[in-house]
């Protein structure tokens, strides 16, 4: 589908309706200059539309990690990532782990008490890992300011970790 033809502004703004349902696009982009197309460039997705509660992900495909945004705060190029059936994070020997999975936005009633659950393991128990569970108004590791799960260390099996989170606001 094409989103715009023709223009000469270096961004687009489109309305998008959050009643909708979640749903990732991504847009691609190729710039003509003399009738001369350059390669395409494909944009970082954009995630509109709502999740509707209880919301959970299986991760049961690759697509299931379009709907979060992924931060690499230790800037070492090892991050979130979907693999078989999970997301995974590599391993980064030389510099200490700094890695965030958001997940899309969430409407939360203001004093409504929520249940936040994750399921999570360490790929090798011999190099436990270690996790916590934070929330934060804004998809950036800054605005994680409230703490659901504390700093967990992971053995090689799943264990379930779970809070609580009750927005003022």
């Known amino acids: 589908v094409a989103v ?16 909708l349902p979640m749903t990732a696009y ?6 003509v200059n003399n009738g001369i197309l350059s390669d395409p460039a494909l944009s970082g997705n954009v995630v509109v539309g709502t999740p509707s509660l209880p919301w959970t ?6 697509a299931a990690a379009e709907f979060f945004t992924i931060i690499d705060a230790n800037g070492d190029g090892r991050s979130w990532a979907f693999n078989n ?7 980064n020997t030389t510099k ?7 997940t899309p936005g969430i409407i939360l009633k203001a004093g409504n008490t929520y249940r936040v659950a994750v399921k999570a393991r360490s790929a090798n128990p011999q190099y436990p890992e270690r996790v916590e569970v ?3 108004q804004a998809p950036d590791a800054a605005a994680m300011t409230a703490l659901i799960v ?3 260390e992971l053995p090689g099996d799943y264990l379930e970790l779970s809070g609580y989170l009750t927005p003022d606001a």
Do not use: H, I, N, P
């Not at 991504?26 to 710039?31: I, K, R, Y």
């Not at 992900?57 to 690759?62: H, L, N, R, V």
């Not at 059936?85 to 391993?91: A, E, I, L, S, T």
């Not at 200490?96 to 958001?102: G, L």
């Open 96 to 102: 200490k782990m700094d890695d965030w999975m958001v």
């Open 134 to 136: 934070k929330w934060g």
């Open 4 to 19: 715009a033809t023709g223009l000469t502004a270096t961004e687009v703004t489109l309305d998008a309706d959050d009643s």
């Open 150 to 152: 504390e700093a967990t």
């Open 26 to 31: 991504s847009f691609e982009v190729v710039a």
């Open 57 to 62: 992900e299986s991760f049961a495909s690759a």
């Open 85 to 91: 059936d999970c997301m995974r994070v590599q391993y």
